[in-house]
């Protein structure tokens, strides 16, 4: 069966710190890969989405960039954290073959920039 | 454009009453994909349901129900007999077809169940 992971949980970054936030799945090979952002009490938010290796895809201009260097990793990443960028970060995966179109997620990193 | 609209932000209940979460939907494409997810207190999103646009059949899975209909492009969710573990927010998404296989979700909808 497939898995995903994620880590850290939780994290509390200053302003200005670097960020990176990884997902690996298991159990599954060449899976459509996916970042979001849902804001305290608010929906989610689509950030990248990754069809493949070195092949990303940026849905909304940000502080914040996406690598996927292996077929079941993407990193999410940021050079200076904002304090908007604090929300709880999730990454899902999904299949596109055998017409599997749901996505599945991660348990989640709760962020908090001070 | 595909749009989902959950205009219900909160909804409380009784425990053993029913509820319906109530979700809309806009797209021209005529292969799409709806879901309902659960986001409980622990905040993973659990996947509940998919329904292709080629299938109007209503689904039923335990005291969870959903309504499909095309004609008033609503994808209804109702939970019979709730119970407080129900409580979470819930998720109402849309899929086209397409092989980036991209969810737009819904706000979400909030249902607390009281003891």
């Known amino acids: 069966s497939q898995t995903i992971h994620q880590w850290p949980a939780t994290l509390v970054q200053p302003v200005g710190s670097p960020l990176s936030l990884e997902c690996t799945v298991e159990g599954t090979s060449n899976p459509n890969l996916y970042w979001y952002r849902q804001a305290a009490g608010r929906g989610l938010q689509l950030l990248f989405y990754s069809i493949g290796i070195d092949q990303i895809s940026s849905e909304v201009p940000q502080n914040l960039s996406a690598s996927r260097p292996q077929d079941r990793q993407f990193i999410l990443s940021s050079k200076k954290l904002l304090l908007s960028d604090s929300g709880f970060y999730l990454c899902?995966?999904?299949?596109?073959?055998?017409?599997?179109?749901?996505?599945?997620f991660g348990p989640g990193t709760r962020l908090t920039v001070t | 454009a595909q749009k989902v609209t959950q205009a219900q932000t909160e909804i409380s209940v009784v425990e053993k009453e029913d509820v319906t979460l109530d979700c809309v939907y806009e797209t021209r494409d005529t292969t799409y994909y709806l879901f309902w997810y659960k986001q409980p207190p622990s905040g993973e999103l659990v996947f509940l349901i998919r329904?292709?646009?080629?299938?109007?059949q209503n689904e039923i899975s335990g005291r969870y129900s959903w309504n499909f209909q095309k004609s008033t492009s609503s994808f209804n969710f109702t939970i019979t007999a709730s119970q407080v573990v129900d409580s979470a927010v819930y998720f109402c998404?849309?899929?086209?077809?397409?092989?980036?296989?991209?969810?737009?979700f819904g706000s979400g909808t909030r249902l607390s169940i009281r003891p």
């Open positions: 998404a849309l899929s086209v077809h397409s092989s980036a296989s991209k969810i737009i």
């Open positions: 899902a995966w999904s299949v596109y073959r055998d017409k599997v179109k749901e996505q599945y």
């Open positions: 329904r292709n646009s080629f299938d109007e």
